[in-house]
T-cell receptor, first 113, second 114 residues
Framework: KAGVTQTPRYLIKTRGQQVTLSCSPI?????VSWYQQTPGQGLQFLFE???????NKGNFPGRFSGRQFSNSRSEMNVSTLELGDSALYLC????????????FGNGTRLTVT | SQQGEEDPQALSIQEGENATMNCSYK?????LQWYRQNSGRGLVHLIL?????REKHSGRLRVTLDTSKKSSSLLITASRAADTASYFC??????????????FGKGTLLTVNP
């Protein structure tokens, strides 16, 4: 079974621009969640989607948004990029049931200059 | 707010030794999970222990959970250089009955020297 695939692997953007990151979950997994990882704040939850509906949202500004398609693939978008948005963005998928662990992709490394 | 807090922040041992990492959390949980992350890569799920379980084993891993103390420990026995990584505990919370807002601790950086 193919794992979670995130594209692109690396991204360099300029302040004020916007960016879209993509995530393809493991086949059959209906839940996709996104996390931001920085050295200072660690791993922080952004949002989780299940069957195209956002079920959970973290404490991030409205510049961070996401969506999930009918095939469970997900995208997250960050608008009006700030330097502090530089981070490793991780996507994880799961069947969405209680006690099912998350399967993470290798992330997208975003650098904002 | 930080739910899981790992201790120690960093641990350096020799190959063949055992490594123990601890995690404390604040609120009631359904389960507690441990993940490993190699530098710059995604997280890999290691083991999940449910709130009604006290101990769980998986290969060289042993996890304990004490819900009265709100703490967990991860023991890696007979460590190998390939175990060098950051280890995170995570606890789930979420609205609508879902459990997929995981809150991670800051992690323990384990270095296993050959």
């Amino acid at each position: 079974k193919a794992g979670v695939t995130q594209t692109p692997r690396y991204l360099i953007k300029t302040r004020g621009q916007q960016v879209t990151l993509s995530c393809s979950p493991i086949s059959g997994h209906r839940s996709v969640s996104w996390y931001q990882q920085t050295p200072g704040q660690g791993l922080q939850f952004l949002f989780e989607y299940f069957s195209e509906t956002q079920r959970n949202k973290g404490n991030f500004p409205g510049r961070f948004s996401g969506r999930q398609f009918s095939n469970s693939r997900s995208e997250m978008n960050v608008s009006t990029l700030e330097l502090g948005d530089s981070a490793l963005y991780l996507c994880a998928s799961s069947p969405g049931q209680l006690h099912s662990p998350l399967h993470f992709g290798n992330g997208t490394r975003l650098t904002v200059t | 707010s930080q739910q899981g807090e790992e201790d120690p922040q960093a641990l350096s041992i020799q190959e063949g030794e055992n490594a123990t990492m601890n995690c404390s959390y604040k609120t009631s949980i359904n389960n507690l999970q441990w993940y490993r992350q190699n530098s710059g890569r995604g997280l890999v799920h290691l083991i999940l222990i449910r709130s009604n379980e006290r101990e769980k084993h998986s290969g060289r891993l042993r996890v304990t959970l004490d819900t009265s103390k709100k703490s967990s420990s991860l023991l890696i026995t007979a460590s190998r250089a390939a175990d060098t990584a950051s280890y995170f505990c995570a606890t789930p919370s979420g609205s609508g009955g879902s459990n997929y807002k995981l809150t991670f601790g800051k992690g323990t950086l384990l270095t296993v020297n050959p």
